[in-house]
């Protein structure tokens, strides 16, 4: 008996866990189905043949959305006339059609209130966009109706409030300072939008943030484009170090670092000629030349400064660098919001002079080293520097002229006495990509794929451009090849070009075997893993940004009388300010971008197209704020490491220079260009005279400390003047008085002289 009541409920409990299994998997594969919970936007209920709406994923309540109305070219003659056409329908054969009118009244109703009206032409039947706003929330209909073309069409749509859609990207920012972990901030805004999109249902989100958006991000055959190209620039760039070629490359220039002014000049030219990645750039130029600087009375201070100032600027406004594919990347996707034409590649270089922050950062380190002043702590330093060097000029110099055995050998006497100089000091270089010891650092190993990169990349450009205008019948000009091409695909043809020929070299001349180049290759791609993921997320954001009209609703909130010129200054203050938080660049980039350039495509009625230009270029100069003066990014560390210095020592000497610079750029860049007072290459002369204005004004040369700047000898003259005339005036009022030569005389008038 027991074990027959054991037997059912074994066949009861088989049964339940059956009809649950069935249950969960009918539920899930709805869930996971993204045509169906996307079918719950756009049910319709179409009495007219061929009138169709392109309507926006959600409607934010009280704000103009935009919707397109496409009608058909022939519409069924009521009176009987005949005209040509096809229905579509091979039954109808006796349906009689008739051509579209020339003008046609349309309107738009909602919940039973008039949206809008308006008239549409027969030659807007591919696509007129309407501009509407309704209100409520949750589901409801739009109803469309067109004169004598179509009675009733009536979509369902789905209402949030407005307020939400600004959500995402203010929780991203927000995680992303609290946690310092971009990738994972992203990935919770993208979760976060779909929550909103999906009727708040959690599960549904969780998995649209995976299947539909993260997959979305990569599937686009412009986005995989753009991974691939940074892939195999990343992996030549790990080949090119691996091998040794980028620090024979700066092992020439070594040779002219004799005095102070040299070294530093050496150094400026050094960091210009690493200008594909700033990691690449600090680690090479710093461990290269940390012994040169230090025997030529240089203070780490100002070492320091010129790498770390000029590593991250470089590389993220030259076309061809590591950051080339973030940057694309983040303007395709708010170029495609905006439905602009401009090729990315294109405007990502337009925004180029509109970078005010890292262009001044660029040429800082040459400005100071021409001039030969400084300020603040770093004067203090290289004050200390300059004594130190003083004290051990009669020991023996090294020999900077011969650098037979760093070229044929590979090694490097001073930077070797240095890293085993001080205790605890550790060789930042001596990582994956760094050179194996005996491998000769020939600079052509290094200078010829890079050449081919620009010559591929410029000629590929060029060619592609040709091609596109060629076959569309567009006017063939320079300008319009560079403005049709493709130029990552022309990007990647030079760097797989650049990388097979560099494989050719090494291997003939035995540098590497070929499983050794494949294992560097490997490394340089690894090395740019996070920005792509970063950057896969960042796309998804802007997506969901996208899809929740975020840039509409603040469009829609700011008041009319907001200059729309200041915007680019908004967006560089943002920029720094997150840039410094989250210590990342790319992550500010990935979040601000498709946040702040659609709203200057919203609100600016003239001059958008520069004023699009310098709202990217205020996005893209000020995230590298952070990179050159945040305690956390990775720039500052590797900087501290590589020449060596304490953090907070080069911290206190780097700050004064970043905000002098941040101020200038603010000021005589960023407002006076984008409220049109003058033209953004006199904003750079300008911002360049101001700068060396302030050095001269407020520095001192560490050579001559008894030369007073200009700007102490003017407050000292200030001050005697005004203790020459304090003094005439109590003299003056001394004179009336009767018994002035007796006082003068007594005890009590000396002593008030």
Not at 456 to 485: E, R, W
Not at 510 to 518: A, G, L, N, V
Not at 664 to 674: E, Y
Request: aromatic share 8%.
């Amino acid at each position: 008996m027991r074990k027959r009541e054991a037997a059912l409920a074994d066949a009861r409990m088989a049964k339940f866990r059956f009809v649950s299994l069935i249950s969960a998997a009918i539920l899930l594969t709805q869930l996971a189905s993204p045509s169906s919970a996307a079918t719950s936007w756009g049910n319709s209920s179409n009495k007219c043949n061929g009138v169709s709406l392109d309507l926006p994923k959600v409607f934010l309540s009280g704000v103009n959305v935009v919707v397109t109305v496409h009608l058909p070219d022939y519409v069924v003659d009521m009176n009987g006339t005949t005209e040509h056409g096809d229905t579509g329908n091979d039954n109808d054969a006796n349906v009689t059609l008739a051509a579209l009118p020339s003008v046609m009244v349309f309107q738009f109703n909602h919940s039973g209130e008039l949206v809008t009206v308006g008239n549409i032409t027969r030659s807007d039947r591919s696509g007129l966009d309407v501009t509407i706003k309704i209100s409520g929330s949750g589901h409801s209909h739009l109803v469309l109706s067109v004169e004598d073309v179509c009675e009733l069409h009536s979509e369902e749509v789905y209402i949030i409030p407005a307020w939400l859609s600004i959500f995402p990207p203010i929780v991203t920012i927000a995680l992303a300072i609290a946690s310092k972990q971009v990738l994972v901030s992203l990935c919770a805004g993208i979760f976060l939008g779909c929550v909103f999109l999906f009727e708040y249902n959690p599960l549904t989100a969780f998995l649209r943030t995976y299947d539909l958006y993260l997959t979305n991000a990569v599937a686009e055959p412009d986005h995989a484009e753009i991974l691939v190209a940074t892939f195999l620039l990343g992996g030549l760039i790990g080949v090119v170090q691996k091998c040794g070629g980028a620090h024979g490359l700066a092992s020439i220039l070594r040779r002219l670092a004799k005095t102070r002014r040299s070294s530093q000049l050496v150094a400026v030219g050094m960091c210009f000629l690493v200008f594909f990645d700033d990691y690449s750039n600090i680690l090479i130029v710093g461990n290269t030349l940390r012994a040169v600087m230090a025997q030529s009375g240089l203070s780490k201070n100002k070492f320091a400064s010129i790498i770390h100032s000029m590593g991250p600027s470089i590389a993220s406004i030259v076309p061809i660098s590591s950051w080339i594919g973030v940057e694309v990347g983040a303007a395709r996707g708010v170029l495609k919001t905006l439905n602009s034409t401009e090729e990315p590649f294109i405007y990502v270089v337009q925004t180029i002079p509109y970078r005010f922050f890292p262009m001044l950062m660029l040429f800082l380190p040459l400005i100071m080293s021409l001039i030969g002043w400084d300020f603040g702590p770093m004067l203090k330093a290289e004050l200390d520097a300059c004594r130190k060097h003083a004290a051990t000029q009669s020991r023996p110099s090294v020999n900077y002229g011969s650098l037979s055995r760093i070229e044929q050998e590979g090694s490097d006497p001073e930077h070797d006495q240095l890293a085993g100089a001080g205790a605890g000091e550790k060789d930042v270089s001596a990582g994956l990509l760094e050179p194996k010891k005996g491998v000769p650092h020939r600079w052509f190993n290094a200078a010829l794929p890079f050449l081919i990169v620009m010559i591929i990349t410029f000629v590929g450009m060029i060619l592609n451009g040709k091609a596109y205008v060629d076959a569309n019948g567009i006017v063939a000009s320079f300008v319009n090849y560079f403005g049709y091409c493709d130029a990552i695909a022309a990007l990647m043809w030079s760097s797989a070009l650049a990388t097979w020929v560099a494989l050719v070299l090494l291997l003939v001349q035995k540098i590497f075997t070929f499983s050794e180049f494949m294992e560097a290759w490997v490394i340089g791609v690894k090395e740019l893993l996070e920005p792509v993921l970063i950057l896969i997320s960042a796309w998804g954001l802007g997506s969901i940004v996208s899809d929740l009209q975020a840039s509409a609703w603040v469009a829609n909130s700011i008041p009319a009388s907001f200059r729309v010129e200041a915007i680019p200054v908004l967006a560089s203050i943002l920029a720094c300010t997150m840039s410094y938080a989250t210590g990342s660049a790319f992550g500010t980039i990935s979040i601000l971008f498709p946040l702040i350039v659609p709203l200057v495509g919203l609100k600016a009625t003239s001059h958008k197209l520069p004023l699009l230009h310098q709202a990217g270029g205020a996005i893209f100069g000020g995230a590298i704020f952070g990179n050159v003066v945040a305690p956390i990014a990775d720039n500052t560390i590797l900087t501290t490491l590589s020449a060596p210095i304490g953090l907070p020592e080069h911290l206190k000497s780097q700050t004064p220079y970043v905000l002098m610079v941040l101020a200038v750029t603010l000021i005589f860049g960023d407002a006076m260009v984008a409220f049109h007072c003058y033209s953004v290459y006199v904003g750079l002369l300008l911002c360049t005279a101001v700068i060396v204005g302030v050095v001269l004004l407020i520095g001192q040369s560490p050579l001559r400390p008894d030369r007073k700047s200009f700007g102490l000898v003017g407050i000292e003259l200030l001050r005697r003047r005004f203790r020459h005339t304090k003094q005439e005036e109590f003299t003056g009022a001394l004179l009336p008085s009767q018994n002035i030569d007796s006082s003068l005389n007594s005890p009590e008038g000396s002593r008030i002289f």
